[in-house]
């Protein structure tokens, strides 16, 4: 069964860090891309940010060079560093395996400014 867990949501102030992670089980890890997607209150989900199996990253134009992908392939788990965190990166951080359309069930952020 394939399973994603997000963890490492908390409430910070603006220009604070987090470290979010997603642990992966249930298909050979090493293989696939993994994706940040997030929600915010009464809008869309949006992509974050993908890692791919080779370690190619991809970041949306409103994260880059403040978000950090990677990937700990010996602990099935992609991590998301964000720092410089503004208020409107509050939302609903989930983790996504393309290959499967399996989704985590989501870790809070919310930045107060």
């Known amino acids: 069964e394939v399973q994603l867990v997000e963890s490492g949501g908390a409430m910070v102030q603006a220009g604070g860090s987090l470290r979010l992670s997603c642990a992966v089980s249930g298909f050979a890890f090493d293989d696939y891309a993994i994706g940040w997607f997030r929600q915010a209150p009464g809008k869309a989900r949006e992509g974050v940010s993908c890692?791919?199996?080779?370690?190619?990253?991809y970041y949306a134009d409103s994260v880059k060079g403040r978000f950090t992908v990677s990937r700990d392939n010996a602990k099935n788990t992609v991590y998301l560093q964000m720092n410089s965190l503004r208020p409107e990166d509050t939302g609903v951080y989930y983790c996504h395996a393309p290959r499967f359309d399996s989704w985590g069930p989501g870790t809070q952020v919310t930045v107060s400014s």
């Open positions: 890692i791919g199996s080779d370690g190619d990253t």
